[in-house]
């Protein structure tokens, strides 16, 4: 059998957000570029989990408003497509609900 069954789920990591105090801890999570963007060793950035970094530290994006287009395609299915809508507010919070409401926000556009 070729492809995902119907009903069966496969996730992909897309970027990941890490305490700031503890980014100097990952490789490649504390770049340059955070300091030339003002970025402060207390605000939340988000690193995209690309196969391939590039030396100029675009994968990780500071706080903003952000809309990815996401397009998910299989030999068995139809093709989706998805506007996803980020909002970073640079705020950590070690409880998930509350960085949920307060850190993150993310939500489908269409």
Same mark, same amino acid.
């Given at each position: &059998? %070729?492809?995902?069954?119907?009903?069966?789920?496969?996730?992909?990591?897309?970027? %990941? @957000? @890490?305490?700031?105090? +503890?980014?100097?801890?990952?490789?490649?999570?504390?770049?340059?570029? #955070?300091?030339?963007?003002?970025?402060?060793?207390?605000? *939340?950035? &988000?690193? #995209?989990? +690309?196969?391939?970094?590039?030396? *100029?530290?675009?994968?990780? @994006?500071? +706080?903003?408003?952000?809309?990815?287009?996401?397009?998910?395609?299989?030999?068995?299915?139809? +093709?989706?497509?998805? *506007?996803?809508? #980020?909002? #970073?507010?640079?705020?950590?919070?070690?409880?998930?609900?509350? &960085?949920?409401?307060?850190?993150?926000?993310?939500? @489908?556009?269409?």
């Amino acid at each position: &059998m %070729h492809g995902i069954p119907p009903g069966v789920y496969k996730h992909s990591d897309f970027g %990941h @957000i @890490i305490e700031p105090s +503890l980014r100097r801890q990952f490789p490649g999570e504390e770049h340059p570029r #955070l300091v030339a963007l003002g970025i402060g060793n207390s605000q *939340t950035v &988000m690193s #995209l989990d +690309l196969v391939v970094r590039p030396n *100029t530290g675009s994968y990780l @994006i500071p +706080l903003g408003v952000y809309r990815f287009v996401v397009v998910v395609a299989a030999a068995n299915a139809k +093709l989706i497509r998805r *506007t996803i809508e #980020l909002n #970073l507010k640079g705020a950590w919070f070690p409880d998930e609900a509350r &960085m949920f409401k307060d850190g993150v926000g993310v939500r @489908i556009i269409e």
